[in-house]
């Protein structure tokens, strides 16, 4: 019985966390490659597990035993019936793409995922109630949960570079269908082994626990222990969105980052629920306040590097107060008879904690302060803060004690922000501290940011400090959220958040650039003043590859009607002369709008402003925007579209190229830029140019020279296609800078149906 149930259940959870992955592979391509897809996915997970759990709690406590089964097996053979999922699922338009995605995901998946949901709480009250020696405490049942869906996440990374999204999507049909069957089964089992009523009632009165009134059964459950155990959930759910979306932006833009924390995030349920468990809840809040001081310290500092070990840094604090909040779940879980209560109250603190991460952030903060202030939220969980408020005795005692941890959280933010907004070289002269630091340092900024770093010693004192836990959280809280909110490395004089991610323009070299990044990435770089000032810089730079491309044009006559996919800083724009026509597709509107915008960058207003340049910025996906445009309307395609260092894979795909080279003239040229961190895409395109019988050849310009670096040259890679080497010019005769690609034959074909970036990955 035990072995029947542990397997549908463990297969119910595998089965959830392969079909999330596929539903944002399925979603994430046409939007843009946003790490914001994933957190409005996991919202919408979050919340039909929810609706699931009510679900399964009105079944459990409003339906006699006997109907309870076959109403779920009904239940599943509905939401069969959606399947396989639909794979096309159109492109948002114009609309919110937040509210596209979930609309798209309850049209798709929503049902099955649904009907998922509320089979695990179901089996376990099912469960409990059979003469199974385990059936006292099913708990164990969840952490089986737990590790099933961490093997259907980590899982699906192997699937994933075998098979289509079709062929995956028919194969988790047929598991469903599979387990449907399975489920009917325990139905039928548990009924044969079903306790009878006196029985019933002897069992779980044996099944009291002495140890805790709270867990004996009838024992009534407090609001504020459904409120406790709402926040122990919300923590943790809200921790995991902010640690992903933190380090995919300010430390590392690697591609499927989101899959470790979320790992790590089940692997805490696992062992919090597990028979023998991990440590208590007070063990792991002992080991969560360094762990969270050395962030504090990290970012304080703004240390970004070396990348590996400052990542490890971040998952490590997140795993133990993850572990904090889990472990306090498990121990306050109550007796049976209110299992499915218990479970509507973590999955909707999971609710809350993913909508104020993914939703009400993106909305509110400009930078990602919803990760210290998730942070922050963990620490104040820690059992030692209920233990050094206990300790105090009196009343007035409590709330003195109480108001001192509200005015370090107060002091700590404002020393932060305030150290920013005037720490100056001028203004720090006279510090002897300063002047010290700064002789150790290379700049101004370095010492800065080690002045700042010591505003972390007051915490580190009250660590030593037991009775004082409450004070301790207070200026962690304090002294975190106002990291979050600060930069140095020059004076930020724009800052947007939108779906896509957080824009930020920068003034740097005493006023003389202005920087556009995206995360960890430059995306355009301008002169304010000078003879540079319409150059276009970083990966655009003339005697880069870009300018090969134009130049071989522009004698043709063929450099007259150009399409770009990705805008940045529009510096294409200052290779716009006379006749010139530019179309510049964009998904994001904040991008257009920082770009426009001459007080940041003025390569657009400049080359609207030359006779006979016609410049126009569409806020629509490239594919979406091309696919409006007529046949053979351009003598160029550029695709430069990123998000971050992650590749939209849509725009990279023989569905992709083929709507290309019909919108280009007879002798049309298509440049892709490939630049990355971690991915090798001129193989890809390799491929996907023998495929389509085209020219491929790519220029790796990795070594800039000292005066190109003056002119904020950056290193770039970029891949050129044609139907035939004399539509490339010069540049099919331009060995060694320019060098043709073969296709390697075991180089997988990217279409609109099958990527593979785990392939790509470090080629």
């Keep these: 019985m035990k072995q029947l149930y542990t397997l549908a259940i463990f297969l119910s959870a595998t089965l959830l966390f392969m079909v999330q992955p596929l539903a944002g592979k399925i979603l994430l391509p046409v939007l843009g490659g946003s790490a914001a897809v994933w957190s409005t996915c996991m919202v919408f997970f979050q919340a039909v597990l929810l609706l699931g759990y009510l679900y399964a709690h009105a079944l459990s406590t409003g339906v006699a035993l006997r109907w309870q089964g076959p109403i779920h097996v009904c239940v599943l053979i509905v939401a069969s019936v959606v399947l396989p999922l639909p794979i096309d699922v159109g492109d948002p338009g114009g609309t919110n793409p937040r509210w596209w995605t979930l609309r798209a995901l309850t049209t798709t998946v929503g049902l099955p995922f649904f009907a998922l949901s509320a089979t695990a709480p179901l089996l376990q009250r099912w469960f409990s109630r059979t003469t199974d020696p385990r059936a006292r405490d099913p708990y164990f049942l969840y952490a089986a949960s737990n590790a099933g869906s961490l093997l259907g996440l980590l899982g699906y990374l192997l699937v994933e570079p075998l ?203 400009t930078s990602i302060l919803e990760y210290p202030l998730a942070i922050a939220a963990a620490i104040f969980l820690r059992p030692q803060i209920a233990d050094a408020d206990r300790a105090v005795t009196s009343r007035a005692g409590r709330l003195a004690y109480r108001l001192g941890a509200l005015a370090l959280l107060i002091a700590g933010y404002w020393t932060v922000t305030a150290f920013n907004q005037h720490a100056d070289a001028a203004g720090l002269a006279s510090s002897s501290l300063f002047t010290w630091l700064r002789s150790l340092t290379a700049d101004v900024e370095t010492a800065q940011r080690m002045v700042r770093a010591s505003f972390a010693i007051p915490a580190g004192l009250l660590l030593f400090a037991p009775r004082k836990a409450l004070l301790f959280a207070g200026v962690m809280a304090g002294l975190l959220v106002g990291a979050g909110a600060v930069r140095t490395g020059g004076e930020v004089i724009d800052r947007e958040r939108t779906f896509f991610g957080v824009h930020q323009v920068s003034s740097v070299q005493n006023g003389d650039w202005h920087v556009l990044t995206h995360g960890t990435t430059t995306h355009g770089v301008q002169a304010v003043r000078g003879k540079v000032r319409a150059l276009p810089t970083a990966y655009y730079h003339p005697s880069g590859p870009i300018g090969d491309v134009v130049f071989t044009l522009l004698p043709d006559g063929r450099f007259r009607e150009v399409a770009v996919i990705g805008l940045g800083a529009g510096a294409l724009a200052a290779y716009a002369g006379q006749g010139v026509r530019m179309d510049f597709f964009e998904i994001d509107e904040a991008v257009i709008r920082i770009a426009e915008n001459p007080r940041y960058f003025t390569y657009l207003t400049d080359a609207k402003a030359r006779p006979g340049v016609t410049v126009r910025t569409l806020a629509v996906d490239g594919r979406v925007g091309l696919r409006a445009m007529p046949e053979s309307a351009y003598d160029l395609i550029v695709v430069d579209a990123f998000s971050s260092d992650a590749i939209p894979t849509h725009l990279i795909t023989t569905g992709a190229v083929a709507l290309y080279e019909s919108r280009l003239k007879p002798r049309g040229v298509m440049a892709f830029h490939v630049s990355s961190r971690f991915f090798d895409l001129p193989p890809v395109l390799a491929r996907i140019a023998a495929d389509r019988r085209l020219v491929c050849y790519a220029r790796e310009d990795r070594d800039v020279p000292p005066e190109r670096a003056a002119e904020a040259m950056r290193a770039s890679v970029w891949v050129v296609l044609a139907r035939a080497d004399g539509d490339l010019g010069q540049l099919a005769h331009a060995g060694p800078r320019w060098v043709r690609l073969a296709p390697d034959a075991g180089e997988p074909l990217w279409t609109d149906d099958y990527t593979n970036l785990l392939g790509a990955l470090g080629q």
């Design 163 to 365: 098979a289509t999204r079709r062929l995956q999507a028919t194969g988790w049909a047929l598991s469903f269908w599979a387990f449907a069957a399975l489920v009917a089964v325990c139905v039928y089992a548990g009924r044969k082994n079903a306790i009878s009523p006196p029985a019933r009632d002897e069992a779980a009165s044996a099944r009291a626990d002495v140890a805790s009134a709270f867990r004996r059964k009838g024992t009534p459950v407090s609001l504020s222990q459904y409120a406790m155990w709402i926040a122990l959930a919300s923590v943790p759910s809200a921790l995991l969105l902010g640690v992903t979306q933190h380090l995919a932006t300010d430390v590392v833009s690697a591609p499927l980052l989101w899959v470790v924390p979320l790992a790590l995030y089940l692997s805490t349920l696992v062992a919090a629920f597990s028979t023998g468990g991990a440590g208590s809840a007070r063990r792991w809040g002992s080991a969560a306040a360094p762990a969270a001081l050395l962030v504090l310290g990290l970012s304080l500092a703004e240390v970004r590097g070396p990348v590996l070990l400052v990542t490890l840094a971040h998952l490590a604090v997140f795993t133990a107060l993850a572990m904090v909040c889990h472990a306090r779940l498990a121990e306050s879980r109550p007796d049976a008879t209110h299992l499915t209560a218990y479970f509507v109250c973590v999955s909707f603190g999971g609710v809350l904690g993913g909508v104020a991460a993914a939703l009400v952030a993106p909305a509110v903060f």
